[in-house]
């Protein structure tokens, strides 16, 4: 591998990409592309032919794909569209990968479960998704492998941060706007900040670069969020009282919060082959919450 890899960041300008964008500069040369190409290329995961033009030229040592259709619901009403941009595309970049000879970090979600267990998912688990979202991201998944690139799968969950759109940011707008919100209980899962996830991202291609790891005995499948365990509620809670917001929050059940998409009842990632592989391992969630809310006063 190169000494300073040309990094080809897909989806720069989101949640996990504008965080990645600064873990990975010291890593290698980043190139960031977006949908809307401010700072960087432009691309349109939709049309083949525009990921096609992208990796001509820019002819990237590695490919980082952040890019998702994320809005969960309305996936359900455009399936396509997501079909389009969470499987199609990344088979695309996968199959260009592949023959280029270059390595691909992806990410996917918890939603590839169905929730009826009681204890954390593990890699080997099989996926049962209730969604659109959920069926799209595990095709994607399924895709790059088969591409035969040589790839890195972090699944993960409850993303926030301080850019996007997420449930800590939601909260907060609406711990301004009313003196009483009911959040769902009966939702178990793990808060991740979006900055920890590229940060560890960062560290693990810093060690496929440099030689400390070797990409063909890592590559695979690997879940990766904060530690411990939450409910929606509990999360909501958490960010009112780090807040010191006065906002009534109650718990109800996902009975009383009806949704267009099916979420797991639980979602909880069993982390441990990520940490045995790479030695690293993410704080808990209410360790990484504050530091987080830290940083938005400043990033506005």
């Not at 890899?5 to 500069?25: F, K, M, N, Y």
Request: hydrophobic residues 40%; proline residues 7%.
């Amino acid at each position: 591998m190169h000494p300073h890899p040309r990094i080809l960041l897909i989806g720069s300008d989101g949640q996990v990409g504008w965080e990645l964008r600064r873990t990975l500069a010291p890593v290698g040369q980043v190139i960031a592309a977006s949908l809307h190409g401010h700072d960087g290329p432009a691309v349109d995961l939709l049309k083949p032919a525009s990921v096609r033009k992208l990796f001509s030229d820019t002819n990237p040592d590695c490919v980082v794909n952040a890019a998702a259709y994320t809005a969960v619901d309305k996936a359900e009403q455009e399936p396509a569209r997501a079909q389009a941009i969470n499987a199609d595309a990344v088979s695309l970049i996968g199959e260009l990968a592949a023959a280029a000879g270059r390595p691909v970090l992806h990410y996917s979600t918890d939603f590839v479960f169905s929730g009826a267990t009681e204890r954390p998912y593990r890699e080997d688990d099989p996926p049962q998704p209730l969604s659109v979202y959920g069926r799209t991201k595990l095709a994607g998944e399924q895709a790059l492998f088969d591409s035969g690139a040589d790839a890195l799968v972090f699944r993960t969950a409850w993303l926030y941060g301080v850019r996007g759109s997420n449930f800590l940011l939601t909260m907060l707008n609406l711990f301004r706007e009313r003196s009483e919100l009911r959040v769902v209980d009966d939702q178990i899962g793990t808060p991740t900040w979006s900055r920890m996830l590229a940060e560890v991202s960062a560290q693990v291609l810093h060690r496929i670069f440099t030689g400390d790891l070797t990409l063909t005995e890592v590559k695979g499948l690997y879940h990766i969020t904060a530690a411990g365990a939450t409910s929606w509620f509990g999360f909501a809670e958490a960010i009112g009282t780090a807040t010191g917001n006065r906002c009534q929050v109650l718990p109800i059940p996902t009975s009383e919060y009806p949704a267009p998409a099916r979420r797991p009842a639980y979602s909880v990632l069993d982390t441990s082959r990520f940490r045995r592989t790479f030695a690293l391992t993410l704080p808990d969630w209410r360790q990484s919450l504050p530091l987080c809310l830290a940083d938005l006063p400043r990033r506005g």
